[in-house]
């Protein structure tokens, strides 16, 4: 693959144990890993090194955990105790076209990349990735449908809000197991074609009086669209799961008041499925380096 090129990894959950693994099998890329000291697996033939240690003008490509960063530059790390910020200072160091790979990006991540003029990719913009993620979501999800409740996923009545890569994939897979399962959009289209699908389209506007009954309520939308309005109109032992980025799009405060269920369901991928979702990683890095 050309002159051989520098890598950095920097946090990360379990589903990066396998995208570690994948990557190592290519020749010419010099693998530095950060923040996993704690990692029961070592990777004896890679340099774990300390964030300090990291030489930015000698980095040829970056890899982020899939929440990216926060609006202050702290990277969330799981196999280590290191508190790790990314600041502009830091970026300024970096060479001109530096690969940086992150699954989500936010204003700040984004600002400083192009500050640095750096590559940045986020990966779950990407329709191959968010599609293909979209399937151990809706397994975790299923999962966790039946981890909370006491009563069968077949002949439930679902409503999952949202129909983009995540929604349709769960709406799907619930209806598959024998779920009523009606599917919340705002686009004309895609009520269209839930109606096709055989599930029940409800226009978002419509959403709070089409969940007097609704058994398990499902959000994928990563803007406040569960509020107190519809939170109201749901029965008592109703389950609300939320799976858009933190922090969600539920008025968790006012479900707890309700003393409704309502559980934030993160980077399920990397729960349930943590093999097939680091394999799903590097099959796009690996392309695009």
Not at 51 to 78: M, R, S, W
Not at 259 to 283: C, E, F, H, N, W
């Amino acid at each position: 693959m050309g002159e051989e090129k520098n890598l950095v990894i920097i946090g990360g959950d379990a589903r990066y144990i396998e995208l570690i693994r994948q990557l190592q099998r290519i020749k010419g890329v010099n693998i530095s890993l950060v923040g996993f000291n704690q990692l029961e697996q070592s990777f004896t033939s890679l340099k774990q090194i300390d964030f300090e240690e990291i030489e930015q003008n000698n980095i040829d490509v970056i890899i982020l955990p899939i929440t990216g960063i926060d609006e202050k530059g702290k990277v969330e790390v799981v196999f280590s105790d290191a508190n790790i910020k990314l600041s502009k200072s830091w970026f300024e160091e970096l060479p001109k076209n530096t690969k940086i790979f992150t699954g989500i990006t936010n204003d700040y991540l984004t600002s400083l990349a192009d500050y640095a003029q750096s590559d940045l990719i986020p990966l779950l913009d990407r329709d191959d990735i968010a599609i293909l993620n979209s399937i151990p979501t809706a397994e975790g999800t299923l999962m966790t449908a039946m981890e909370y409740t006491d009563y069968t996923i077949h002949s439930s009545r679902v409503t999952v809000v949202g129909f983009g890569r995540v929604g349709h994939t769960v709406a799907r897979s619930f209806s598959a197991l024998g779920a009523k399962v009606s599917v919340s959009a705002r686009n004309k289209k895609d009520l269209a074609r839930i109606k096709e699908m055989g599930l029940t389209p409800i226009p978002l506007k419509h959403l709070a009086s089409s969940v007097h009954d609704c058994d398990i309520l499902i959000n994928t939308v990563p803007s406040l669209v569960i509020t107190k309005k519809e939170i109201k109109q749901l029965p008592s032992h109703n389950l609300i799961i939320d799976l858009a980025s933190h922090p969600g799009g539920t008025d968790f405060n006012y479900a707890k008041k309700r003393g409704i269920q309502a559980i934030l369901s993160k980077s399920l991928p990397g729960v349930v499925a943590p093999k097939t979702a680091g394999k799903i990683l590097a099959d796009v890095i690996i392309q695009r380096i």
